[in-house]
């Protein structure tokens, strides 16, 4: 039995939250203007609207039995600022992301941005999930499948 101080391996799941600000359209380049706004209804207005988006950034691993860490939150942080805030807080996602100029800038697709450039900076394998929270009530999860 996997007691406490026994040699069993525990997996842990860290998760730091931050929030961004962003302005964005949705907009298809695959779709026709009138195709647009009838899909995208007031989030294709041309002129954009803004978010508070809210991304938790999950982890899972090896608790270290000499840290007792999956890893240190401090690099976590580190990436985070790197990958979610110098890109993406205070832009425009889509004239200023070059991903998003031909991506539709849905929240769907920015935890897919997410994912692919945390994947990027963390250690193989411990990346997660990504959650955001692009209004309290709109939530999407991406685990990377
Ligand atoms: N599958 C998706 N659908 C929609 C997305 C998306 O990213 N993925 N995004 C939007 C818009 O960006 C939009 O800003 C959402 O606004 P709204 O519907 O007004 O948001 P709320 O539901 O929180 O607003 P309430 O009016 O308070 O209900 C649309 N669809
Ligand atoms: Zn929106």
Redesign the pocket.
Known sequence: MAGSGSAAERIGYITRVQSFSAC?R?HSVHLSDEENKRV????NNPNG?G?NYKVEVTVRGKIDRLTGMVMNLTDLKRCIEDVIMTPLDHKNLDKDVPYFASVV??????AVYIWDNMAKVLPPGLLYEIKIY?????V?VYRGE
């Open positions: 964005h949705l995208y209804g007031k989030c609207h978010h800038s849905t929240t769907e697709n920015v692009e209004t309290d009530k709109n999407v």
